[in-house]
């Protein structure tokens, strides 16, 4: 409970102290390989460090597995859609996988609030993530 009544001048003339703790961005997990910690790092770099909490972390860990797997189905379906003899067997199983590496992105995409419908606020084109400004109108001043 505060002190009543008016603060002295002292009081007024001292600065408030407070401690500014700075938020460490979560390190990638030792167990992800090179391109899965760029992503990683890419990730995490593009939200603010106190977006992650340590429950998020797993998911992002697969997240970023299944970023990288997705871009290697893409480049063994370029290579079977360049090669002579087009096998649509190989074609129909890589589009499978891609699908499912597509679905669970999604998922741990919109689970950790990384989507952009994920963020949405109806409070404002921003969002959650407060990215953006929002311009003052003409007419408010």
């Known amino acids: 409970m505060g002190a009543r009544g008016r603060k002295s001048a002292g009081a007024l003339s001292t600065p408030a102290v407070e401690t500014v703790t700075a ?6 997990p030792l167990d992800l390989n090179e391109p899965e910690t760029d ?18 972390l797993p998911l992002l860990a697969q997240y970023c597995r ?14 079977e859609f360049a090669a002579e003899d ?4 190989n074609i129909k199983e890589l589009t499978a996988l891609q699908a499912k590496h597509t679905a669970a992105l999604k ?12 963020s949405y606020s109806a409070r404002g084109a921003a969002g959650a993530k407060g990215r953006q ?9």
């Open 39 to 56: 992503v990683w790092i890419e990730t995490v770099n593009a939200l603010p460090a106190e977006w992650w909490s340590a429950a998020n």
């Open 107 to 118: 998922a741990l995409a919109a689970s950790m609030r990384l989507s952009q419908q994920a």
């Open 66 to 79: 299944h970023v990288v797997g997705a871009r290697r189905i893409a480049m063994l379906l370029d290579q």
């Open 23 to 28: 938020i460490q961005r979560p390190e990638p």
């Open 86 to 89: 087009i096998s649509l067997g």
């Open 133 to 141: 400004t929002a311009l003052p109108r003409p007419w408010e001043g």
